[in-house]
């Protein structure tokens, strides 16, 4: 069985990052993980495009080794507060990950 982002992280969220972007803060249970999953692939815009519907070429990835954890930052769906939005402070929006299979 493929291992998924809630078997190798101790913690994940997302946050508000401003009108037009969110970021997902994924942390790592350990370096080794950190390190064997941080840049993986399924972590990659083409996931967070079909997961979120954003463009992937404004996706960004900040791997942070000394804490074990990467951050991810894409364009929102909707704007904060726009008539679309469903998750104004977008603490919700990383439960999509937690499924996300890796290897």
Known sequence: MMPTVQDVCRHVRSKNAG???????????????????????????????RLFGTDPALVKQFPVENLNMVKISCVRPAPSGGREERDMHSGQMFVRLLDVQLD
């Open 19 to 49: 009108p037009f972007w969110v970021t997902f803060d994924l942390f790592f249970r350990n370096r080794e993980d950190f390190h064997r999953y941080a840049r993986h692939p399924a972590l990659g815009p083409a996931t967070f495009e």
